[in-house]
T-cell receptor, first 112, second 113 residues
Framework: DQQVKQNSPSLSVQEGRISILNCDYT??????FLWYKKYPAEGPTFLIS?????DKNEDGRFTVFLNKSAKHLSLHIVPSQPGDSAVYFC???????????FGAGTRLFVKA | ETGVTQSPTHLIKTRGQQVTLRCSSQ?????VSWYQQALGQGPQFIFQ???????GRGNFPPRFSGLQFPNYSSELNVNALELDDSALYLC????????????FGPGTRLTVT
């Protein structure tokens, strides 16, 4: 059951420009949405989160937007840097806290 | 502060065998979750342990079982291995039953032949 979907397997962006990664979900029982970044041979690293009662959260170059009516969230990276090249996973946590569902990931390439 | 560690790094097993994977959680974290990541997919939730008790389970059969110890380290056991069990197994620790920020280990790559 694909409750969290990342429909773009990959994205290529020029250094300095904005990267926008998208994620859709189907379940209304999630209380937190999260983005993780993964480099090869490493485990995913927590990047940024947003509560289901918010519509925006910002942390430095990273901003996450949540559109509850559309069941859609996006991660904006501005400006993009070559070190941002990685796989980005969107994740959603069930209310109650015990289960987190991950999307399939989007591979971001930032070209110098 | 010690991060999440997992052992072994790689493992090759034969169909029908049993395997045990180990995880040491980040210092101070009392919750451990296990995930299976198949090639090209995101991590899939197997189960979570909080203070030595199973706190929730995903859609995995009973041959996937686990333990959490008093020091909050954890084991994942898989019996009667099948070819489809070949995957990267990730352990993640977090603080408290409701902690949403998880810290992942590097994973154990299991190959079943």
């Amino acid at each position: 059951d694909q409750q969290v979907k990342q429909n773009s397997p990959s994205l290529s962006v020029q250094e300095g420009r904005i990267s926008i990664l998208n994620c859709d979900y189907t379940n209304s029982m999630f209380d937190y949405f999260l983005w993780y970044k993964k480099y090869p041979a490493e485990g995913p690293t927590f990047l940024i989160s947003i509560s289901s009662i918010k519509d925006k959260n910002e942390d430095g170059r990273f901003t996450v937007f949540l559109n509850k009516s559309a069941k859609h969230l996006s991660l904006h990276i501005v400006p993009s840097q070559p070190g941002d090249s990685a796989v980005y996973f969107c994740a959603a946590r069930y209310t109650g806290g015990f289960k987190t569902i991950f999307g399939a990931g989007t591979r971001l390439f930032v070209k110098a | 502060e010690t991060g999440v560690t997992q052992s072994p790094t790689h493992l090759i097993k034969t169909r029908g065998q049993q395997v045990t994977l180990r995880c040491s959680s980040q210092s101070g974290h009392n919750t451990v979750s296990w995930y299976q990541q198949a090639l090209g997919q995101g991590p899939q939730f197997i189960f979570q342990y909080y203070r030595e008790e199973e706190n929730g389970r995903g859609n995995f059969p009973p041959r996937f079982s686990g333990l959490q110890f008093p020091n909050y380290s954890s084991e994942l056991n898989v019996n009667a291995l099948e070819l489809d069990d070949s995957a990267l197994y990730l352990c993640a620790s977090s603080l408290g039953r409701g902690g949403y920020e998880q810290y992942f280990g590097p994973g154990t790559r299991l190959t079943v032949t």
